[in-house]
């Protein structure tokens, strides 16, 4: 069992940034992709980033990609979000995942098997 738990979500004035966290306990993060989606209300989850188990592979979502950057540190057992050039459509619950394939971050929310209970982000315009 891993245990993800998202920090660092709140609200933030559009063009400002906010810096997420997920911090996973029960077993090393170091083998397995973390991916970050995000989920509006009256939408589908939406992907936002991935990243491979040793960081070498990301992959972002279209509507983030060179606003957002994703990291990881496996000796701390955390992965991080850094988002710049916030948007007001940016606002959501933003979900830290694991995927147990660790070789590439995929996009499909039903490749990851555990999840945490997301943190939210507001952004005002």
């Known amino acids: 069992q891993v245990q993800l738990v998202e920090s660092g979500g709140g609200l933030v004035q559009a063009g400002g940034s906010l810096r997420l966290s997920c911090a996973a306990s029960g077993r090393t993060l170091g083998s397995y992709s973390v991916g970050w989606f995000r989920q509006a209300p009256e939408k589908e989850r939406e992907f936002v980033a991935g990243i491979s188990w040793s960081g070498a592979v990301t992959n972002y979502g279209a509507s983030v990609s060179g606003r957002f950057t994703i990291s990881r540190d496996n000796a701390k057992n955390t992965a991080n979000l850094q988002m710049n050039s916030l948007k007001p459509e940016d606002a959501a619950v933003y979900f830290c995942?694991?995927?147990?394939?660790?070789?590439?971050?995929?996009?499909?929310?039903?490749?990851?098997?555990?999840w945490g209970q997301g943190t939210q982000v507001t952004v005002s315009s």
């Open positions: 995942a694991v995927d147990l394939d660790g070789r590439r971050p995929r996009s499909e929310s039903r490749e990851y098997e555990y």
